[in-house]
């Protein structure tokens, strides 16, 4: 079972940037597909960025251009840097992680799920 724990989030103004990470540990060893995901009041579940073990990266339509993914697989942590932030992007952000050695922004793909962190973006 893997664990996750992200940090980072907070309030920012629109136009700011904040920066996320995620500390993986348990058993990282079959882990294949890191991912943020986010949800806000109301909303389904959606996938933001994905980053795969050799750092091959989707992200959705809505981020792409802002926001940057990356990993640092020595201290088994995920980041996720996100610029110009805009206030539809308030939400709780969630690390998620998946065996699957195809990466994907499907929510049903990630079996690993962190508690999230709040991201709040005031205009």
């Known amino acids: 079972q893997v664990q996750l724990v992200e940090s980072g989030g907070g309030s920012v103004q629109a136009g700011g940037s904040l920066g996320l990470s995620c500390v993986a540990s348990?058993?990282?060893?079959?882990?294949?597909?890191l991912a943020w995901f986010r949800q806000s009041p109301g909303k389904e579940r959606e996938g933001v960025a994905s980053?795969?073990?050799?750092?091959?990266?989707t992200y959705s339509d809505s981020v792409k251009g802002r926001f940057t993914i990356s990993q640092d697989n020595a201290k088994n942590t995920l980041f996720l840097q996100m610029n110009s932030l805009k206030p539809e992007d308030t939400a709780r952000y969630y690390c998620a992680a998946s065996i699957n050695s195809w990466c994907t922004l499907a929510r049903g793909e990630y079996k690993s799920w962190g508690q999230g962190t709040l991201v709040t973006v005031s205009s």
């Open positions: 348990g058993d990282t060893f079959n882990v294949r597909c």
């Open positions: 980053i795969d073990m050799d750092g091959w990266t």
